[in-house]
Structure formats: structure tokens, C-alpha cells
């Protein structure tokens, strides 16, 4: 894991200081749990091990022992392999449905004792490193509505559909199951209509926007409190089960992109260029740009991203004026930051 040790003022005028984060290619994904699970469904539906594991670095004889640790970049590229075979389209979703329903992990017991919507979503944010590290989630409470944004944690690129798709379905299913009803949940996708519409349709439901301006599952707030039936209510010891032992080391972490991104919305007020974040980072913009190249990415584009997602929620959210957002975001002027939305949705206004 990566240390770092400049500190950063945040809007509040107390320093920030970015905290250890994973990169793409820091192996701490236990093999035994989800990518195993993956690869044997995979394989059940007929799609060849050696093009299964092809450029991966897995050896199936290998992950059954549980202490085979994997990196972000192998589980990427074994989803890429999967995304190959049109007979796979189903299995993000299909392994969605059981994603939370592992007995033998800290994290997965604690699901199963959520009394409601909040704690569950709180319990996710708390165990997100050992459930799903590959995306970032993002909770707002706008309004009347619960909003969980997903993002890419360490570049995840072509695989992103894939995890978006699996996590969507985890927590849909979760939901369905411990609160014994089928909550109306909306789903947005920030990625074109995918030909196997018809997964979406029978594991998500109607309610599926794509082409939208964030990746996020949104519901009313008033269910966020109601009593799920199916929850065990027992207490959670805090021992770890013997298959969970390769967690206790690990605390929480972001991957690489996602603290980047936490970095650049806490310090927006400032307008952070590269030189800037490099320093914060510890590093120099000549590694900082390496290190984004690494994970598939580049400064202006995850500068645009916090930007956008900033310019969203005051103009739709806090009820901004353009002149004010297009200020706080360091555009010159309100045509300026038009031509910059434009850019990146479409418009100044439109889908989540």
C-alpha cells in the first residue's frame, strides 16, 4: 500500500492530508471469495479455461488454497475475458445475486443482521475494502432521494459495465431479500444500451436509464428507516471466521483514483493543477502522470470528473445560479463553463 505525507487545506482551512491507497496492481483480493466463485461459473457455462485465464496470472489449482492474493489489474483482466463470450452477458448479474450472500466473512455476516436500508448502506461503506474495492461508493441524501454513486476506484476501463452491473445487483437483491419486498430502485448507467438489454430487464427492472451522467442506484428516503422482515437480529461477534483472517490487516482504503478524486473536491475552492497534487501526493507531476497512465486515466480527465459532479449537485441540488457555479469552478465566464458541461453530459441539464 502507498503512504503519503503532504497535506493539502481543505475548504474548511484545516489541512487535508491524502491517506494510503491501493493502486491497480497491489494484490490484496482474495482469490477464494468472489473471482473464484466467477471463474467457476464461467466455466460451468462452457467458456475455456485457457482463454478464461488468459494474460491473468490465475491458476485454478492454485486459488482454492485461500491465500492467494489478486490484484485489481488480474480481476480486470479476467472480467475483460469474460465480457469476450457473448454466452457470459449474464454472469455479472447472476454472481450479483449471491455477491452478499457468503456466511463465511466479517462482512458478509454483518449483512445479514441490518435491521433497514440506512444500516445496510452503512455496512457496506464500512467493509467496502473486502467487499468491493474496485468501485467507490458515494452516498447523498438529495431531497426526497437516496442517491449511491459508483465510480471507478483504480481503472477499471472496459470492466466497469461488468462491476457496475454486479454491484447493482447485489444490493437490489440484498435489499430485496432481507426487506422480503421488491424496492423501487432506479438505476443510472453513464455507458451506452448494452445489446443483452433483456439481463437488465429480468435481474434489475424497467426502471434502467443509460447514457446518463453518473453511475448510480436511486430510491426515495422514506425507505431508508422501514424495518426489513428478513433480518437476523442477533449480535455480531467482532472474531473473525478463519476464511476472513487475510482482512484483519486491512483497514479501509480508496483505490488510487477515488482518493485522487476526494482530494480534488475537498480542495476545488483552490483549483488544483498537477504541480499542486503531485506535491500533495509526494511525488512529481512526472510520476503523478505516470501513475495516472497506469490506471487508465489522465489530470484533466478526473479533474473534469469532480468538476461535473459538482457543477451537477449545485445546480440541481443546492439551487445555484450558473454564474455561481461557473465562479466556484474557476471559469471565466458562464459561457465558458456551458461549453465545458457540454463537453462532458451534453448540456446543462438532462439524466442523473
Known sequence: ?????????????????????????????????WPLTLIDMALNRGVEEYKLLRNTGIFREDIASKNVLLSPQQCFQLINNIQKHAHSNELSFLLGHQFFSAPDTTATTALTKVANLQTAIDTVIEYQTQL????????????????IYWQDACGADTAMPFLLEL?????SSLSRWQSGENLPWQFYFTHNKPHYIEQYEVHLNNRVQFFSQANAMVIARDYLHSPWKNSYTGILTHELPATDAHHQSLPFQRGFL???YHYLHHNIQHNPNLEQTADAFGMSSASLKRKLKKHRSHFQEQYDLVRKDLAL??????????????????????????????KWTGGLSGNR
Open 167 to 171: 454491484m447493482f445487483t447485489a444490493f
Open 132 to 147: 468491493m474495492p474496485l468501485l467507490n461508493l458515494r452516498v447523498c441524501y438529495e431531497q426526497d432521494r437516496l442517491v
Open 258 to 260: 477515488s482518493e485522487l
Open 313 to 342: 449537485y449545485w445546480l440541481h441540488q443546492a439551487g445555484w445560479s450558473k454564474e455561481q457555479v461557473a465562479r466556484e469552478l474557476h471559469f471565466y465566464d458562464v459561457a465558458n463553463l456551458r461549453r465545458a458541461f457540454k
Open 1 to 33: 500500500m502507498t503512504n503519503t505525507t503532504n497535506e493539502s487545506i481543505t475548504e474548511t482551512g484545516a489541512y487535508y492530508k491524502p491517506v494510503p491507497y491501493f493502486e491497480i496492481d497491489t494484490p490484496f483480493i482474495a482469490a477464494h471469495e
